[in-house]
């Protein structure tokens, strides 16, 4: 159905990513690929300033790991993984358009209050994708 899927992921939630990689797998066209994206919020820098320096590559590394084991390489389906810093709706739009994705999958909770302010990373996503997105619950 889709040739190339990006699959947002939440490492905070973990088991929803498994979820919509498992789901991104069935809905993937023969000799498709899927890229797995996690973005690290950046920090303000006057709490930034108090962290210690490698924290940040530390986090990284700890993301790159999670996301490895994700991918089973048993599947015969070509999965990648990227990590991304800034903005996470951006930056996942951002990596829709240079991988020229055809489906964006993310997960979405029951929004609560500050949703309604500012708005959910799904919402924005949704609200500007040029390409088809999927959102779990």
Known sequence: MYPRIIV???LDHIDQGKQLLQRAI???DAGGDIRLIHVLEEVPG?????????LAEKRRAEAAVELRAMID???G??????IRRG???GQILQAASDSN??????????????DYFIGSTAARVIRHA???????R
């Open 8 to 10: 947002a992921v939440d």
């Open 26 to 28: 069935h809905l993937l």
């Open 46 to 54: 006057f709490i930034a300033a108090s962290l210690p320096a490698d």
């Open 73 to 75: 390489p048993d599947l």
């Open 77 to 82: 389906v070509r999965i990648s993984h990227e």
């Open 87 to 89: 903005a996470a709706s």
């Open 101 to 114: 994705a055809d489906l964006i999958m993310i997960a979405s909770h029951k929004p609560g209050l500050q």
């Open 130 to 136: 040029t390409c088809s997105v999927l959102v779990e």
